[in-house]
Each structure stands twice: as structure tokens, then as C-alpha cells.
Nanobody, 119 residues
Framework: QVQLVESGGGLVQPGGSLRLSCAAS????????MGWYRQAPGKQRDWVAA???????NYADSVKGRFTLSRDNAENTVYLQMNSPQPEDTAVYYC?????????????WGQGTQVTVSS
């Protein structure tokens, strides 16, 4: 019953900026964690960042200082602000949400959005 819809991906030049959005919709759930993974061509899917319901955040070393997570709790929407993206950031980005529904924990995934960093 939980759907994650991603948007904001596309082509961006190195040193530019891009903002990804992920909105969780449905009913009967509370969000504990929302965040992002990414999968670059020929590589495994790597964790990127996460934000907790209290607003605290964690980032992979590869994106610290460049990417910023924020969340709109009222709308269950998370944003990934990508500043100074580099070609190494090219990947499909997947939003995820860890939710509680009927006192059980579940993880849901978005459909993925392509981010391409190129001149």
C-alpha cells in the first residue's frame, strides 16, 4: 500500500546542481527512515544517504559535503540536493523508505531515476 515516486533525475554538467525528490504515499504507515541508494554502470548498488524521522542524517563518504538530504515530514517526501556532481556520481538513484505498518517494519523502493553527469 506504500508507493514511492521519484523525480528530478536527468543530465547535469559537472559542477552544476540537481535535486531529486521521493514522495511516499499510501495509508496506515509511519516513516522511520528515508534515503537513497545508487547503482553506477557495472557496479553494485551502494548506499548514499539516509534521514531519520527526527531529522538526523547520515551520508556515504563519497558524497559528504556535496549532497544534502532533507525531508518534509508532513508530505513524507525526501529531497536529495546534489551540488557539484561529478561523472563518478552517474548512476540510477533509488529511493527507499523504512516504514512501520501495523507494528511491523517494511522497506519499500522507488522505481529509480537516472542521473547522468557529463559535459
Amino acid at each position: 500500500q506504500v508507493q514511492l515516486v521519484e523525480s528530478g533525475g536527468g543530465l547535469v554538467q559537472p559542477g552544476g546542481s540537481l535535486r531529486l525528490s521521493c514522495a511516499a504515499s499510501g495509508s496506515g504507515f509511519s516513516v522511520n527512515v528515508m534515503g537513497w541508494y545508487r547503482q553506477a554502470p557495472g557496479k553494485q548498488r551502494d548506499w548514499v544517504a539516509a534521514i531519520i524521522s527526527d531529522g538526523s542524517t547520515n551520508y556515504a563518504d563519497s558524497v559528504k559535503g556535496r549532497f544534502t538530504l532533507s525531508r518534509d515530514n508532513a508530505e513524507n517526501t525526501v529531497y536529495l540536493q546534489m551540488n557539484s556532481p561529478q561523472p563518478e556520481d552517474t548512476a540510477v538513484y533509488y529511493c527507499y523508505a523504512e516504514v512501520v505498518r501495523s507494528q511491523r517494519a517494511f522497506t519499500y523502493w522507488g522505481q529509480g531515476t537516472q542521473v547522468t553527469v557529463s559535459s
